[in-house]
């Protein structure tokens, strides 16, 4: 293993265990301590699919400390690349939703107060995710374990599946479907979603120059962040899968763009743990409920071993009370009189 390689290795260990525990923690206090409202649903999505996310990298992180060797089938294979792609193409269309909302609240605020709803939102998301996993469908299809000359089982596309009936030329083939995949990530998960989002925010500016309102949003500079966060994470990725798919074979650039993909897919993952930390400092109420939540759980975790504590001192007293009564109503007991003038005798 090189040193690339523990770098990498030692990136995505670390990765992946900040990452579940700060999406966790968004998704708990989000989903149970925070009220209802737009806002809040659009976090909660964003931070479910990071959340989705940082679970598959410990399984990532195990395939690379084992020399780039799967050894959990081929099923799991593609449930595990299918969740990388997913949260992509999730993360891509809720920014460019949001932007879309935020878009709308200022261009068309009477229209937004009488139509902008928790329910509608929903529903939105609900659309985004369909659409997302129908998206990560030929990604699923087409991943599958290649067994190596040397041992190694690799964990990567396989697009010489579910070839069609009529005659074909297989190289010519699996060339198409390599260049799809990779220009259908490319414009549905990152450019499309960009140019909304570009757009929209350029609307926003140009409608609030004009009236002369420079009112800071809270939310906007968090939006921003977050799609800065965005785009600098997973520039890299489609970068390096595009100059791999264009470039000749065997030209240096394919050969670098390989050596760099397996970086650029963490700095991809990356995206999910950074965006945890811009809702925390972007959102100093939701850093407030953070601290009152846990300080809650601590507190409701200390009164029940307190009231534990309690009850068993209180079972242990009342264990002594009645043991003391008995004792006292034994020897209160009175003699009978046959037993006391049989007594009297035998001492006469």
């Known amino acids: 293993m090189t040193s690339l390689n523990v770098f990498t290795i030692f990136l995505h260990g670390l ?31 964003l931070a479910a699919s990071d959340l989705l996310a940082t679970a598959s990298l410990p399984f990532f992180t195990l395939y690379m400390a084992r020399g780039n060797t799967w050894t959990m089938g081929p099923t799991f294979c593609r449930i595990h690349s299918s969740v990388f792609f997913l949260n992509m193409f999730v993360s891509g269309f809720l920014l460019a939703a949001i932007s879309m909302d935020r878009c709308l609240m200022v261009l068309r605020p009477v229209w937004a107060q009488n139509h902008r709803s928790i ?42 599946q579910f070839l069609p009936s009529e005659p074909y030329n297989l190289e010519s083939l699996c060339k198409q479907r390599k260049e799809g995949l990779a220009f259908m990530r490319l414009f549905l998960a990152f450019l499309i979603p960009l140019l909304i989002i570009i757009l929209s925010y350029a609307a926003v500016n140009v409608s609030l120059a004009r009236r002369g309102c420079r009112r800071p949003f809270r939310f906007v500079r968090l939006v921003v962040a977050v799609v800065v966060s965005f785009v600098l994470c997973w520039a890299p990725y489609h970068f390096f899968i595009i100059a791999e798919v264009m470039a000749p074979s065997g030209d240096r650039l394919q050969t670098l763009a390989a050596k760099a993909l397996p970086v650029a897919a963490t700095i991809g993952f990356l995206n999910s743990v950074l965006n945890p930390v811009l809702y925390v400092f972007s959102c100093p109420d939701l850093c407030s409920k953070i601290r009152h939540s846990l300080g809650a759980v601590m507190e409701s975790v200390l009164a029940e071993d307190l009231a534990e504590l309690a009850r068993r001192r209180s079972t242990a007293r009342s264990s002594i009370n009645t043991s003391e009564i008995v004792l006292r109503h034994k020897n209160s007991i009175p003699v009978p009189m046959e037993e006391q003038e049989h007594t009297e005798t035998v001492s006469n």
């Open 15 to 45: 990765f992946s265990t900040i990452g579940i525990v700060e999406n966790l923690l968004i998704v708990g206090v989000v989903g149970f301590y925070v009220r209802r409202s737009v806002i809040s649903i659009w976090i909660l999505n």
């Open 119 to 160: 329910h509608l939102v929903r529903k939105i998301c609900g659309v985004i995710w369909v659409l997302a996993v129908i998206c990560t469908v030929p990604f699923y299809m087409f991943r599958d374990t290649i067994p190596l000359p040397t041992g190694h089982i690799l964990c990567y596309y396989n697009y010489a």
